[in-house]
Structures are given as structure tokens and as C-alpha cells.
């Protein structure tokens, strides 16, 4: 079946928007780039600080509450009915509920070819790149690492404390049908 969806998988700085641009870069054809910073950042201010919405702890820990599932569902939906159109898109997203968000994501898009891919970093590398970045807080690199991976079946795994993000999006495009 032609890929028609790349749903790229990892923890919190662990290179996944990185390889998203090499893929867009190296790929065939146009491919649309959504990730989960993107639905999060399109969240009223309201909801990043309220019971419904998402939540961040002190050490990293995301937790979401029952608006914000409502919402995620109509995220996926209309990534998969971009796909339905004839868009190709690459999903950079974080698995915080291991196979139960992969669950949500198969069900959406079921009937089209999807490359499942995890994007694995030591924690402490992510946990490097974290602080370096200044964006997140910190800890939650290192608590997702493995976390988001729990449970999860993938077509192909990169490990992007061992390769640059070229090198991964090139091994994903080898696998691209």
C-alpha cells in the first residue's frame, strides 16, 4: 500500500520536529507537517491551565483532562480527513498514553498506509537538548523517553542519540512505499 501517513512517535526533545523537516526535505512530493505542539499551541490560554485542559507538573509529568481528549479527537480526525483529500502528511506526536494513543491515532486512520515510526533518544541526551532548549519544562524529556513508547508497534525505529536527523529521515524514506 503507498504511504500516505507517517506517524513519527517520541518523547519530549528527542528530535522528532528535526527529522520532520529533513523528511520534507528529502521525500517526494508535498508532504504537510502537523505535530502535537501544533494542536497544543492552538489551545486557548484556558486550557492550559485548567482541569479540562493540559496540565504540566513540576517534574515533567503531562496530564490532560476530559476537554482536551474531546478536542484531540477533532485534531485526528481532521489530520485524517487532509489525508481523505489527498494530502500526504507526516504526524510528529507523543505518545503519552503509549498503545492507548496509538489506539486513537489507528482507529482515524484505518483504510489509509501509515509508516509507524518510534524516535528513540537516551533521556539523558533528550534531557540535554531539553534544557537547551528553554521551552519545556524541565524533567519531562527524561520522564517520556521510554514512557511513550509502552506498548507502542512501529514499522521502523530511529534512535536520534545515534544519528543526526538527516540520517534518520533518510533510513524513514528507504521505508517510504
Given at each position: ?6 506517524v513519527l512517535?517520541g518523547g519530549?526533545?528527542s528530535?522528532?520536529s528535526g527529522?520532520?523537516r529533513?523528511?520534507q ?7 504537510l507537517?502537523f ?18 485542559g ?8 503531562v ?5 482536551f481528549r474531546?478536542?484531540?479527537a477533532a ?6 480527513a487532509?489525508?481523505r483529500a489527498?494530502?500526504?502528511v507526516?504526524v510528529d506526536?507523543v505518545f503519552i ?8 491515532w489507528?482507529q ?5 498506509g501509515v509508516l509507524?515510526?518510534?524516535v ?6 533528550a ?14 524529556a527524561?520522564?517520556q523517553?521510554?514512557?511513550v513508547h ?5 514499522d521502523?525505529?530511529?534512535?536520534t ?6 540520517e534518520?529521515?533518510?533510513?524513514i524514506?528507504?521505508?517510504?512505499g
Amino acid at each position: 500500500m503507498t504511504t500516505q501517513v507517517i506517524v513519527l512517535n517520541g518523547g519530549s526533545s528527542s528530535g522528532k520536529s528535526g527529522i520532520v523537516r529533513c523528511l520534507q526535505a528529502v521525500l517526494p512530493g508535498a508532504w504537510l507537517a502537523f505535530g502535537t505542539d501544533t494542536f497544543v499551541d492552538a489551545l486557548p490560554a484556558s486550557m492550559r491551565t485548567g482541569d479540562g485542559g493540559i496540565g504540566f507538573g513540576p517534574d515533567g509529568e503531562v496530564v490532560v483532562g476530559t476537554e482536551f481528549r474531546v478536542l484531540e479527537a477533532a485534531w485526528i480526525e481532521g489530520v485524517a480527513a487532509m489525508v481523505r483529500a489527498g494530502a500526504r502528511v507526516v504526524v510528529d506526536e507523543v505518545f503519552i498514553g503509549g498503545a492507548g494513543s496509538q489506539g486513537r491515532w489507528r482507529q482515524a486512520l484505518d483504510g489509509f498506509g501509515v509508516l509507524w515510526v518510534g524516535v528513540r533518544c537516551d533521556a539523558a541526551v533528550a534531557a540535554g537538548r531539553e534544557v537547551a532548549r528553554g521551552d519545556r519544562v524541565v524533567g519531562m524529556a527524561a520522564s517520556q523517553a521510554e514512557l511513550v513508547h509502552r506498548g507502542v508497534t512501529y514499522d521502523l525505529e530511529v534512535d536520534t542519540a545515534h544519528a543526526e536527523s538527516m540520517e534518520c529521515a533518510r533510513t524513514i524514506a528507504a521505508h517510504v512505499g
